[in-house]
């Protein structure tokens, strides 16, 4: 049966002869023997097990949960347990990589909408960030809640045309109003404007806001601070984000 140094172990697994030794420190992978002149001897089941070993390392499982892996005397009964606590460790950490590369994709797409970058334009763009969910969530609100009142709408109109029906044109009209104002108000109650210029956070009225000239983003707004009368960032405002709230 063949026997192998520790450099020859090392050399047919692709890992160093420290990695090697450590493992024997650890009482993971212990030679077989020992030489006369105390070399340190593996088999063939050594190779083996090193062969595992390097294989679990490479799946992420820790030192650890590997010599622990090899003192039972049935394996297979924890296994899967590792490889589940593993696999979630690896998920979260795939997920938090994930939400950086977002942040990283976001920064720069804003960036590049930027005319005039500062490292105050960072701060604009972490604002934008903080609550975009919540802004996006608040906007498909607002279109859901209104899509009956935009039915009862184009079923007034067509039964009006069709049979007469009026009074249901009435109706819609007696719920559109009121639902109109309301989703006004609420809208522009939580939602502050970010100047280009100065980079301050502000809350117009409610008047300027209604009329002002908009993107889907952004409104051409006064700064109350600094007066630059131009488009403004439209950001979610949660009561904390303004010194104007």
Not at 64 to 70: K, T, V
Not at 80 to 105: G, T, V
Request: glycine share 4%.
């Amino acid at each position: 049966m063949s026997k192998y140094t520790t450099g020859e172990i090392a050399k047919l697994c692709s890992v160093s002869v420290r990695t090697v030794q450590y493992y024997d420190s650890r009482n993971i992978l212990t030679p077989s023997e020992l030489s006369e002149g105390g070399r340190r001897l593996y088999s063939e089941d050594d190779l083996k097990k090193m062969r595992i070993i390097c294989f679990l390392r490479e799946a992420g499982l820790p030192i650890n949960s590997i010599g622990e892996l090899f003192a039972e005397k049935h394996p297979e009964n924890i296994i899967s347990i590792l490889l589940e606590q593993q696999e979630q460790i690896l998920r979260e950490e795939f997920e938090q990589q994930q939400k950086k590369l977002s942040i990283i994709e976001t920064i720069k797409r804003e960036l590049k909408d930027t005319p005039n970058f500062s490292v105050e334009s960072i701060g604009d763009i972490a604002h934008i960030m903080k609550n975009k969910n919540k802004l996006s969530k608040m906007r498909l609100t607002m279109v859901l809640t209104g899509i009956p009142v935009t039915a009862l709408q184009w079923i007034s109109i067509i039964l009006w045309i069709t049979n007469g029906l009026w009074w249901l044109f009435v109706v819609w009209a007696c719920v559109a109003v009121p639902w109109g104002i309301g989703v006004s108000i609420y809208y522009f109650k939580h939602v502050a404007y970010i100047c280009p210029e100065c980079h301050e956070i502000f809350k117009p009225s409610f008047r300027e806001v209604f009329w002002a000239y908009h993107t889907p983003k952004m409104r051409r707004l006064t700064c109350p601070k600094c007066r630059h009368k131009g488009l403004c960032v439209e950001i979610y405002a949660d009561g904390t984000d303004s010194n104007n709230c």
